[in-house]
């Protein structure tokens, strides 16, 4: 397909002697929104982290914009235009709102608009009200949303989202799964990580299912609400 942005191939990874993915494929598409799921320990955190340069990768291969990145360092990566929200967050939080999206600002390649702190606020209207409210400041709802704004600041082609709506308020999972479709209008392609199977639907064109660092099912999100074995299978605890 010409529109891949990211192709995963046979991917393995692990930590220490202890292999947690066994040969994980998956392929996202520009403007596509696609569900890793599983349960806890399924692997899904350690696929977008191999994918990121975050983790080595003990075997297969990763491309993205058409280049191999198997093992290249995270901020490589990143310059070629993979954005990643980890689940921990981590922003600065001495710094104000506006100073985190200055740290991800980078280029946007030619020909398309940048992302810009005026364009996110409108995005994030939450964000705009606090622009010179330090990040120890914001709740853990708004400091998910700096995390993605900051990313988009770096004016990603895609972005490896982390379990974006774990432990946040429903309204703030409301306009978590708002940002993600507004990406995906934008035309980025978005790999999220999720337990929630009503965000994914909310969100996803499409569900990959992890168990044990394997795909064990993928295909259309509706049709995954739809069977109730699979979902009782891989899903529910």
């Known amino acids: 397909m010409d529109d891949r942005v990211l192709d995963v191939t046979g991917l393995r990874a ?3 002697p ?17 569900a890793l799921m599983g349960r806890n320990g399924a692997g899904k955190s350690t696929t977008l ?23 290249h ?66 709740s853990g709802g708004e400091q998910q949303m700096l995390t993605i704004a900051r990313t988009l600041m770096g004016n990603p082609e895609a972005v490896l989202l982390d379990e974006p ?3 946040l308020a429903p309204v703030i999972v409301e306009q978590m799964a708002e940002a993600v479709l507004r990406m995906k209008a934008e035309g980025i392609a978005v790999l999220v990580s ?11 064109d499409r569900a990959l299912i992890l168990e044990k660092g394997t795909v064990r099912w993928q295909g259309g999100i509706a049709a995954l609400e739809a069977d109730e074995d699979v979902r009782r299978a891989y899903l529910t605890v």
């Open 73 to 138: 360092a995270p901020f490589r990566i990143a310059r070629l235009g993979l954005g990643y929200v980890p689940e921990e967050r981590r922003i600065f939080t001495d710094l104000t709102v506006a100073e985190n999206l200055e740290v991800g600002r980078r280029t946007a390649p030619a020909g398309r608009a940048p992302w810009t702190p005026e364009r996110l606020f409108e995005f994030f209207p939450n964000l705009a009200e606090m622009r010179h409210r330090r990040a120890s400041a914001m």
């Open 18 to 34: 202890a292999e947690v993915l066994f040969g994980v494929e998956l392929h996202l598409a520009r403007g596509e929104v696609a």
């Open 165 to 167: 709506s774990e432990g």
């Open 49 to 71: 982290k191999a994918i990121m340069g975050l983790l080595t990768p003990r075997g297969g291969s990763i491309r993205f914009a058409g280049q191999d990145i198997t093992g």
């Open 14 to 16: 692990g930590y220490g």
């Open 194 to 204: 999720e337990q929630n199977l009503d965000f994914a639907a909310a969100v996803a």
